[in-house]
């Protein structure tokens, strides 16, 4: 089985559309793909109804968080989308993109940058705003060659000049929430320093001890050192590991299937999990 967990759409900063997405993971070669698109699960029931026979789909989500100052993502496997107190949190925490976003394209004018909301708005459709639409704007724009060349401290990075906060999640109170819709939560790319400052490993036996089920490690933005330190720490703290793609369409080099999650972990996944479960392609397209 080839799985990849970890795949957006235009429900949030991917350039597939749901449905493009499961035909596009089924033309690869996946058995399953997870849809974790940022804070949201509106992909969900478009996916579901274009889901190809013989192609799974994982639903799922990215959950933005922050601790000691640290942004990091959590990926929700398998939880029930409509449990209340998570959706309050994935609301609140939506409902801030926009702000947000607002505030990085003031400090952008101010920096001389031609960019308007209304270009950023156009690139994110009805997906949830982030800084990867404005990364783009400033690709049109010619001010950087590539949506990557906007995470700098010159842009967009934490801490960069066009940087501006948003409301992320306590990743412990993540965890609380996620178990508490019936979810599996697994830290995404925890040791992606290029993306900048990364959560110490003391901090990562803290999570697993509140009951984090797994760490990502093969990801594009782990060095192969990175990935054997990363599962030797999994196997310390008895976290599941698993790999994905991270796939955002053309808006990212990486590709469907790029990294997968071994077949056993992904088995467990599904086990532990109680809000949902995965949901077979009943041939809503036919398979490549």
Aim: a negative charge; aromatic letters at 4%.
């Amino acid at each position: 089985m080839r799985i990849d967990l970890h795949a957006h759409s235009t429900a949030s900063d991917g350039t597939d559309t749901p449905a493009e997405l499961v035909r596009n993971a089924a033309a690869a070669g996946l058995d399953v793909v997870a849809l974790t698109d940022h804070d949201t699960t509106r992909g969900y029931a478009e996916a579901i109804a274009a889901l190809p026979e013989g192609l799974t789909l994982v639903t799922g989500a990215e959950l933005s968080c922050r601790i000691d100052g640290i942004s990091m993502h959590m990926l929700a496997y398998l939880f029930d989308p409509e449990e209340p107190t998570l959706l309050a949190e994935r609301e609140l925490v939506r409902d801030d993109r926009v702000p947000r976003a607002r505030g990085m394209i003031a400090k952008l004018q101010e920096l001389g940058v031609p960019i308007t909301w209304e270009q950023v708005a156009r690139i994110a459709g009805d997906g949830s705003v982030g800084r990867p639409h404005v990364a783009s704007a400033l690709v049109e724009l010619g001010v950087v060659d590539s949506v990557s060349d906007a995470f700098t401290e010159e842009w967009l990075a934490d801490g960069g000049r066009a940087y501006v906060p948003k409301h992320e999640t306590d990743p412990f109170e993540a965890i609380r929430l996620i178990k508490g819709a019936g979810g599996v939560a697994v830290f995404a790319h925890p040791a992606a320093a290029k993306r900048g400052q990364t959560v110490p490993e003391s901090v990562m036996a803290e999570l697993s001890a509140a009951g984090l089920d797994g760490i990502e490690v093969d990801h594009m933005d782990h060095e192969p050192a990175t990935r054997a330190r990363l599962r030797g720490l999994a196997a310390d703290l008895r976290l599941l590991t698993t790999g994905s793609s991270d796939y955002h369409g053309s808006r990212k080099t990486c590709v469907l299937g790029e990294y997968t999650t071994d077949p056993e972990v992904y088995g467990e996944i599904t086990r532990r999990a109680t809000g949902a479960f995965p949901v077979p392609g009943a041939g809503g397209a036919p398979r490549a």
